[in-house]
């Protein structure tokens, strides 16, 4: 037999893989959230879609020039619109009752004095309404002053008007946050489940009395060692395969025009994945060994679950505001990074040196954590009868470090 089958560590590792990827709730949760993402996605993408369908503008007895400042105004402002024209108003009135025109714009004479009227089937919008009265008020303009000899490239070149932006607006934007909230989200949520995954295997074991027979032939550590590598093996698998899906699906449907971005982000969330993991799946595993019974489970895992929650909720409020001074702060302090981190890889709003420097003190916080939870693990794992209190575990902690 194989050096690395004899290992006992791969073995356990091995032990919970084979068992737990094969389990009804982890399949039946991968599918369930794989459809979800899949089919919100394409659902998004559809009314995401609907929202940029240029708007249908009908034109009666406008002139060449009017329609094509009615274009020109339009592109201006960033309004997307089509034009059609028609033959009369009556027409016009009732292609914009049955939906089949946005708006209309009715052109007409009366005493030699040019009019427009705008036609809606309610309250016009405000983007389209806007449009039409810029374009034929210059239109007008331009008209008026073509009759009195004026030429209206001498007026308008007469002077120049610029504007500049200290902090130029992305267009992808919008973009770039769903993906990083999306992102962290998954991160999120799976370092939860699973580090609970981690807690309550812990925990049936030693109820079910499992754990006296594997320490006869493993060290604590290893069987600790073991569980959280198997545990977290699934756990990543899971992150890959509804990351690729999401990735792969907002991709195909148009709703990321920005793959290269999404692409980054999706490996910033499984590097971060795996720092994350490690912190709270050894904590939750000392959790787990610190009782005796799943009853008591929640309890001695709450200030855990808090910081999970704390860490994701920083993220969630503070997309909106990532150059404010506290996310500027806490974004360097680990374990908040491993969920701002990947948000700001995403927005931009972060260096290299931050990725780096964030990336290495979160590791090191892993390690810290890593230590903590096998000093509490060794010494707690074979207790029975009441719940271990953090204090207590703690003053495990100072006893291993003074051996």
Not at 11 to 21: D, F, G, K, M, N
Not at 68 to 79: P, R, S, V
Not at 358 to 379: D, E, G, H, N, P
């Amino acid at each position: 037999m194989s050096t690395r089958s004899n290992n006992p560590v791969l073995l356990i590792a091995r032990r919970e893989i084979s068992t737990r990827a094969r389990t009804r709730s982890y399949l039946v949760t991968t599918v369930l959230l794989l459809v979800v993402i899949v089919v919100g996605i394409i659902v998004w993408s559809a009314f995401a879609g609907g929202s940029d369908k240029p708007a249908t503008i009908g034109t009666v007895n406008a002139s060449t020039g009017l329609s094509e400042q009615i274009t020109q105004t339009a592109q201006a402002t960033g309004t997307s619109v089509r034009l059609r024209a028609v033959d009369s108003a009556d027409a016009a009135r009732s292609d914009v009752a049955a939906g089949r025109l946005d708006i209309a714009l009715v052109s007409s004479t009366d005493n030699g004095k040019q009019t427009y009227t705008a036609i809606s089937k309610s309250t016009p919008d405000a983007s389209l309404e806007g449009v039409l009265r810029s374009a034929t008020a210059q239109y007008g303009l331009s008209t008026a002053l073509a009759a009195r000899g004026v030429d209206l490239d001498e007026v308008t070149t007469a002077s120049t008007f610029t504007t500049v932006a200290t902090t130029p607006d992305r267009p992808d934007e919008g973009q770039r946050i769903a993906i990083a909230l999306v992102g962290m989200s998954l991160l999120m949520f799976t370092v939860l489940t699973s580090g609970m995954m981690v807690a309550g295997g812990v925990v049936e074991e030693k109820t079910s009395r499992v754990v006296e027979i594997l320490l006869s032939t493993t060290r604590p550590l290893q069987l600790m060692w073991g569980k959280i590598l198997g545990i977290g093996a699934i756990a990543f698998a899971q992150v890959v395969v509804l990351g690729a899906a999401a990735l792969i699906t907002a991709t195909a449907t148009g709703l990321v025009s920005i793959p290269t971005t999404a692409l980054w982000t999706y490996l910033a969330t499984l590097a971060w994945f795996i720092l994350g993991f490690g912190f709270f799946a050894s904590l939750y595993a000392a959790t787990g060994a610190m009782v005796s019974r799943q009853e008591d489970l929640g309890s001695t895992a709450t200030p855990l679950t808090f910081l999970v929650m704390a860490v994701m909720y920083v993220g969630y409020f503070g997309v909106a505001s990532l150059d404010s001074t506290f996310m500027r702060v806490i974004s360097w302090i680990p374990p908040f990074s491993a969920s701002t981190m990947p948000i700001r890889i995403a927005t931009g709003h972060t260096t290299a040196v931050q990725v780096i420097v964030t990336f290495v003190s979160m590791a090191l916080l892993c390690a810290v954590a890593v230590w903590i939870a096998a000093r509490i693990y060794q010494r707690s794992i074979l207790r029975t009868g009441s719940k271990v209190k953090w204090s207590e575990a703690l003053g495990m902690v100072r006893a291993g470090a003074a051996d």
